[in-house]
């Protein structure tokens, strides 16, 4: 007979119970070469902020580098749970700072997962926009304070890192930063929401955001998005009205961060009081820092780059380097192989966390070699090189590349007095960014992933746009098939002129480049539509940021804004293209058309059809303005 060996029933308050589970159980893991310490360090109000420390066990005067993350400091730091070496233990983005013998350090937040205290979302700096005596730059330095006094196998210096939200506490730091601060490396850090980052772009506000808005100030620890019955977020935010409706229909505008937002759509003392370029141009530190940015990052494209040239521009170049990566959100702590149609011909993520980061925090960290970093370093994603510069970008001459007659691009300007194409941009049929259904990205997210849950969104600056090309709101201008390679570095401008028959209205230009109709040696790249910059511009903030005003309808208008970061080269077989529509919906949210006081709030009868007029004569040419190079 088989015998069961039952545990000892015990008996509780009278009655008996049978548990499997012991009230307390230490598992046992294997020997570690590593020892973690969860520690909670006091910031100057007493709110303790909860700190994980990764010490190598062979740790001798070694250099601490430090992530600041509202994502959860245990998940985002655990590769896995149970490895015996400090390798398999951190996140693959840490690999060659474990290799180097670096203590690694993951904090959270104030007012997130295990850290006291109450939390803003990107906390602005002390002052009109943040009443409290603490912010990043103050909890960076307790923070940093703790640490040098604290960690016996330092050797005094930390260094601080990070990505996207990430990236915006690395920046923070450098408002005031400690002593002991050596060396900041900022990826895709949020800089200027407003301008280019995750809240608008020009004004064009993110609806897709809201799902991650909702999780992140729902509660203290893992939230969830909106509950929806819409897989759909194209037919769910389409249905709902404004991104207001949506806003009260799902609850979110119980959220104290959404009420400051549907206050200040234009880019007012709000928004630029928070801009960190401005504030860090104002109050350059002396820390070594390396600006890093993709050039296909979905969520933060404008950050690194803006910071960098505004404090170039307050003459503090001396401390600041810049590298633009051939990477999406976060590539640059994954796998940088490929993107879309674009593949490399190493792991452009790996070298440069090997060749440029790691030298780089050797250098300031613990007086290793120079690292002879050059200020700037772009990937260029034709000739697949990294390539170095003294300057970004290149002092010179824009090239007009112009729209002309029968959807022709060309570098000739328009000679006939009058031209244009027209399209109607209906409001109940928005173009959309991603062939749907279009999910929400932050959906199910387990801690530590963000944003890696709908693949699609991802890559949707490197989708192929002929998704769209074939509808009646989308000019496409293109070039013949070029017989020379043209090479573009720097930041090409749009500079559109046009007339809508409305009172408002965005603007979206894409600079693409078509991969020739057959590839017999990749098929599926044939006759790609890769975008190589884009954006969106909403029109009511043409002549100020901060001061919209109505488009006077049917008189030409001149819109004129930069685009993102570009190092290509449209080989020869290829076609340069240029789209034009008004949405890229449901990612950012519709402009009814119709100039009203708050977007947030446009009523339905608000939203109509407009005739959007793109002219190309020659006293009213649209053109886009390559950084052309020899
Ligand atoms: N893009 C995300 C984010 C940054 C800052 C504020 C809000 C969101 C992120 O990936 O962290």
Do not use: C
């Not at 590349?401 to 007095?417: H, I, M, N, R, V």
């Not at 401008?493 to 057959?518: C, E, Q």
Request: no cysteine; net charge negative; charged share 20%.
């Amino acid at each position: 007979a088989v015998m069961l060996a039952l545990p000892p029933a015990h008996a509780s308050e009278g009655a008996v119970s049978l548990s499997d589970i012991p009230r307390q159980f230490e598992p046992v893991l294997p020997a570690q070469d590593f020892v973690k310490r969860v520690v909670m360090i006091p910031m100057r109000d007493g709110v303790k902020l909860h700190t994980i420390i990764y010490v190598p066990k062979s740790a001798k005067s070694a250099p601490m580098l430090m992530n600041r993350t509202p994502y959860d400091a245990t998940g985002r730091s655990t590769r896995s749970a149970d490895s015996a070496s400090l390798l398999g233990a951190l996140p693959t983005g840490d690999e060659y700072f474990v290799k180097a013998g670096y203590i690694r350090v993951y904090q959270d937040v104030r007012g997130k997962y295990g850290s006291e205290g109450d939390y803003v979302m990107t906390r602005p700096p002390r002052g009109p926009l943040n009443p409290t005596e603490t912010d990043h730059a103050t909890d960076t330095w307790d923070t940093i304070d703790w640490l040098v006094k604290n960690v016996p196998e330092s050797n005094g210096r930390v260094g601080i890192i990070g990505s996207s939200y990430e990236g915006f506490t690395a920046a923070m730091a450098l408002l005031d930063p400690h002593p002991a601060l050596k060396a900041a490396v900022p990826q895709g850090p949020l800089i200027d929401a407003w301008m280019g980052d995750d809240w608008f772009h020009y004004g064009a506000f993110r609806n897709i955001m809201l799902g991650y808005v909702h999780m992140q100030t729902g509660q203290r620890g893992a939230g969830t998005i909106a509950p929806s019955d819409t897989y759909d977020k194209y037919e769910e935010f389409l249905r709902a009205g404004s991104t207001g409706d949506y806003m009260r229909s799902h609850g979110l505008a119980q959220l104290p961060w959404i009420e400051r937002t549907m206050a200040h759509p234009a880019y007012d003392a709000y928004w630029q009081g928070q801009a960190l370029d401005k504030l860090l141009a104002a109050h350059p530190s002396k820390v070594p820092t390396l600006w890093t940015q993709g050039m296909w990052d979905q969520e933060d494209i404008g950050g690194a780059n803006r910071a960098w040239r505004a404090l170039k521009a307050a003459g503090s170049e001396a401390n600041n380097w810049l590298v633009l990566g051939p990477w999406n959100h976060n590539q640059v702590k994954a796998e940088g192989s490929s993107l879309g149609p674009m593949v490399w011909s190493e792991d452009t993520a790996r070298q440069y966390r090997r060749d440029i980061l790691l030298p780089f925090l050797d250098e300031h960290l613990r007086d290793g070699p120079p690292s002879g970093l050059a200020r700037v370093t772009v990937y260029n994603t034709g000739e697949k090189r990294w390539e170095r510069f003294s300057t970004w970008p290149q002092i010179g001459e824009l090239k007009p590349l112009y729209l002309s007659e029968s959807f022709k691009l060309s570098f000739d300007g328009p000679a006939q007095s009058s031209g244009g194409d027209a399209y109607i941009s209906d409001p109940a049929k928005p173009v959309p960014f991603l062939p749907r259904p279009v999910l929400d990205p932050f959906g199910d997210l387990t801690p530590g992933a963000l944003g890696t849950s709908y693949e699609p969104w991802s890559k949707w600056l490197v989708a192929d746009q002929r998704f769209v090309d074939g509808r009646t709101d989308v000019l496409v201008y293109e070039t013949p098939v070029l017989t020379q390679p043209v090479h573009v570095q720097g930041i090409p401008i749009a500079d559109i002129r046009a007339m809508t028959s409305g009172t408002d209205g965005d603007f979206v230009v894409k600079l693409i480049d078509v991969y020739p109709k057959k590839d017999p040696l990749n098929a599926a790249v044939s006759g790609y539509q890769l975008a190589i910059a884009m954006d969106i511009f909403r029109g009511r903030y043409r002549e100020s940021f901060e001061h919209p005003s109505a488009i006077p309808a049917n008189k030409p208008q001149q819109y004129k804004f930069e685009l993102p970061n570009v190092n290509h080269v449209f080989q020869p077989g290829h076609r340069i293209m240029v789209q034009i529509q008004s949405t890229l919906f449901p990612l950012y949210d519709r402009n009814p058309q119709t100039f009203v006081p708050n977007i947030f709030n446009a009523k339905a009868v608000d939203y109509k059809k407009a005739e959007i007029t793109v002219l190309r004569s020659k006293q009213q040419p649209s053109a886009v303005l390559l950084p052309v190079v020899e």
